[in-house]
């Protein structure tokens, strides 16, 4: 699947039926599942999925400059399945929001100021492999960042991690 060209907006319109909630998560009974396979995501096809969606990714998803990926429900990498994300790119999780990492997920970094991944969710769990690469790679403002897996910071990568709650092992 290559989006390149193809600019996708994923509205309220296509939430879950019922758009029923978990009393005990607050989130999303029934999800609207956007799979992204083998893809590549560049500025043309940008993605912004909705608070009751839930964008899973398998095989390889590239993410290249001008590229966005904005999150406001859940974004799930699942084993075996790898997100880059090239300089230039820009992933958003939004409040709300949530990342489980069961695959990889490796980040290149930004340039000058720029911002390649930035979580201001409620919680991501790390169960695969974060490969932080460059400058400004990681930046995240709120939420619960556990790491059950292996979150690697790279000689050139930085991290911002404000007012975020991060532990190991759950």
Do not use: C, H
Not at 90 to 115: P, S
Request: negative net charge.
């Amino acid at each position: 699947l290559v989006l390149m060209g193809t600019a996708v907006v994923l509205s309220d319109s296509v939430n879950a039926a019922d758009g029923a909630q978990d009393s005990e998560t607050d989130t999303p009974v029934n999800w609207q599942v956007l799979p992204l396979r083998d893809a590549v995501i560049d500025g043309a096809s940008s993605i912004s999925a909705s608070a009751n969606q839930k964008v899973t990714i398998d095989g390889t998803v590239d993410v290249v400059a001008g590229g966005e990926l904005t999150i406001k429900g859940q974004l799930v990498i699942n084993e075996g399945a790898t997100l880059n994300l090239a300089q230039g790119a820009t992933v958003t999780i939004d409040a709300g929001a949530t990342v489980i990492v069961d695959g990889d997920l490796v980040i290149e970094g930004a340039n000058g100021d720029a911002k390649t991944f930035t979580f201001n969710g409620k919680e991501m769990t790390v169960n695969g492999y974060v490969s932080l690469e460059g400058a400004n790679s990681f930046i995240s403002s709120t939420g619960k960042v556990t790491v059950n897996g292996t979150l690697e910071i790279n000689d050139e990568a930085s991290a911002t991690l404000d007012n975020a709650e991060v532990s190991e092992n759950g």
